[in-house]
């Protein structure tokens, strides 16, 4: 016996032994609980300011009205937003969290953040400390999985997670980004990665040799401006509080393949030969021939090989135990094993995995040995040189590469003209341009650069806009900015879906939040519909499908089903005191004077 099946029994046989122990002494137990007052009930809500992400605030700022309401003693806090993430994604130190989260991209992105095996980790691995053995039986077995199979066990995870009050998290709603550029350009949506940069950049390029309006640049360029908190002078891929730039290392960083439009197109890779014998899965890779990173040294077997390592412990070895990359966990964590073969193959060893589970292997960021090897030092806890690095100058193999930046005020990347791809014009690039690439080109080769100007916030941002200092302005729009961008005559709003949510999430540490029957109470004390009317004014779903409850949009997933029973107690956003607390009374708790009470 061994696996999940064997860890259930080990619970059940932990769950005997605990109740025989406490049979013996449950007299004193109910003699020391007479003599005790009933413990309140008490929890901090924790989320960034206003001015960081107003609509994290303001969810944040309605649950705890609602848990007040519901007789709870809640307390609010506002944390900058690097604090923030350091407090709930590495230190773990909340009750109960409202933030963004970046997305769902492959259904596997759920296996980090959910199971077991990720407790105790950083980042986005599983920073609700859940343990629950039918959740991990259900992510270990889509692993092996084909598409429709892995689809049924995901629904019925969902299910699980929804019906059964057990997700440790729960999405709001599915937001549209909203960005905005100068009118005069030809830009039809807001560039999210880097070929849609390129494409951008590209476009506006054809755009000055034909429009008398426009003066022409030399080098053709965009201004795209950010604002907030963005940290331009430190740029590692690695750190787990940059959430806020993390578009820019899709720029800098190339992978052995790219996802683009729900397809995996090789981009480093030139090939890929898969084999599967006695239900093992291996995959052969050959580099392209001639790859470079920024600084000129080739990019080898060697590179791939230590990139894998090194994502798997940053360390090298040097640490009692490994010291993993917590960005890339999830992705990481498929391969088995990486061996070099020659200079430009490298097989890749996934176990008893799919292959549309091991593919997404291919789509993590390679790093040149050369650069990070020096960065293995362990300078504390769980922490080494290469997770704490700025990498002020990074140096990678993307489509653009670093040139110039100032802390806070701007970031010049320029087009890497060496790039094998652009080059040689390769099909898997040329298929996805929407420019002629001629226009970029130069006696030299290629020519173009995107400057990431930093405003203060977002009212500086738009003034710039309008001004026509920026060409685009990147980060998202608050919707109650909308308004300025419609009513000027010199800028557009460009509006996207993504797979970005808004979630609240709950520390199981905390010993009320492993009530899994409190935890559903709470996560139905937010009125979503009246969230994405009032916050979003309409720019976003309610999340209302056991799959975009657990973070995964309709828009992606064909079998939507709803949950039975999760209905908002109250109307338009305000919560109906008698209703909310007879969820609670439900759940097995009582009011002492109108205050819940263990």
């Known amino acids: 016996m061994d696996g999940p099946l064997q860890r259930r029994h ?35 809500v924790k989320s960034v300011p206003t001015d960081d992400d107003r609509i994290a605030a303001m969810i944040a700022n309605r649950l705890t009205e609602n848990l007040r309401d519901a007789g709870i003693d809640t307390d609010q806090s ?24 970046p997305g769902i991209d492959e259904p596997d992105s759920l296996r980090s953040l959910l199971h077991s095996d990720f407790v105790g980790e950083q980042g986005w691995q599983n920073p609700f400390s859940l343990s629950d053995p039918t959740v991990d039986d259900y992510l270990e077995a889509q692993l092996q999985l084909s598409a429709d199979e892995r689809r049924e066990t995901f629904d019925s995870m969902f299910e699980y997670l929804i019906e059964e009050d ?7 709603a599915h937001h549209d980004h909203i960005g905005a550029k100068r009118r005069i350009l030809e830009i039809s949506r807001l560039p999210t990665d880097a070929i849609g ?38 740029l590692n891929p690695l750190a787990v509080d940059l959430t806020s730039i993390s578009l820019v290392f899709d720029l800098l960083y190339d992978p052995l393949y790219r996802r683009i439009k729900g397809e995996y197109v090789p981009w480093l890779a030139q090939t890929v030969r898969w084999k599967k014998e006695n239900g093992q899965l291996e995959a052969l890779v050959t580099l392209r021939d001639g790859l470079q990173w920024h600084d000129g040294e080739l990019i080898d077997a060697a590179d791939i090989a230590f990139t894998h390592r090194f ?18 966990r999830g992705r990481q964590s498929l391969v088995d094993e990486v061996t070099i073969e020659t200079d430009r193959t490298v097989s890749f060893s996934f176990g008893s995995l799919s292959q549309e589970v091991a593919q997404w292997a291919f789509t993590l960021p390679m790093l040149p040995e050369h650069i990070w090897r020096s960065r293995a030092e362990v300078i504390g806890e769980q922490r080494t040189e290469a997770l704490a690095w700025d990498n002020p100058e990074p140096v990678g193999s993307g489509l653009f590469r670093f040139h110039d930046s100032t802390d806070n005020e701007f970031l010049d990347l320029h087009l890497f ?21 001629s226009v970029l080109e130069t006696e030299d080769g290629h020519a173009g650069k995107l400057q990431f100007e930093i405003s203060p916030n977002v009212g500086s941002a738009i003034d710039a806009l309008i001004e026509g200092d920026i060409d685009l302005v990147a980060s998202e729009i608050p919707v109650d900015s909308r308004e300025r961008l419609d009513e000027s005559e010199t800028i557009r709003p460009l509006t996207h879906s993504t797979g970005t949510f808004y979630m609240i999430g709950y520390n199981l540490r905390h010993p009320t939040l492993t009530n899994r029957r409190f935890r559903g109470a709470v996560s139905r004390l937010i009125d979503r519909d009246d969230v994405v009317e009032t916050f979003f004014e309409g720019y976003a779903t309610a999340a209302e499908t056991h799959n975009s409850l657990n973070g995964v ?5 064909e079998t939507t089903r709803y949950p039975h029973d999760f209905d908002f107690p109250g109307e338009d956003g305000t919560v109906d005191t008698e209703q909310a607390r007879e969820m609670f009374e439900e759940a097995g708790y009582s009011y002492v004077e109108g205050e819940l009470v263990e």
């Open 10 to 44: 080990l619970l059940a046989s932990l769950g005997a032994a605990g109740s025989a122990a406490l049979a013996g002494c449950s007299e004193r137990l109910w003699s020391r609980a007479e003599r005790t007052a009933p413990d309140r009930v008490s929890l901090e």
């Open 78 to 101: 506002a944390i900058d937003e690097a604090e923030f993430n350091r407090e709930v994604l590495i230190d773990r130190d909340y009750d109960i969290f409202v933030m963004r989260h």
């Open 166 to 172: 057990t997700a440790p998290f729960t999405t709001v």
């Open 197 to 234: 940069y390129l494409n951008a950049l590209g476009t506006v390029t054809a755009q000055y040799a034909n429009d008398d309006e426009l003066e022409a640049r030399d080098p053709p360029s965009i201004d795209v401006g950010f604002f907030g908190q963005q940290l331009v002078s430190r």
């Open 311 to 328: 994502l798997f412990d940053t360390s090298l070895g040097e640490g009692e135990s490994p010291i993993p990359a917590p960005q890339y």
């Open 417 to 437: 003209d060496e790039h094998r791809l652009l080059a040689t014009g390769a099909p898997e690039l040329l298929a996805q341009l929407a420019f002629d690439r």
């Open 553 to 557: 949009p309709d828009r992606l997933w």
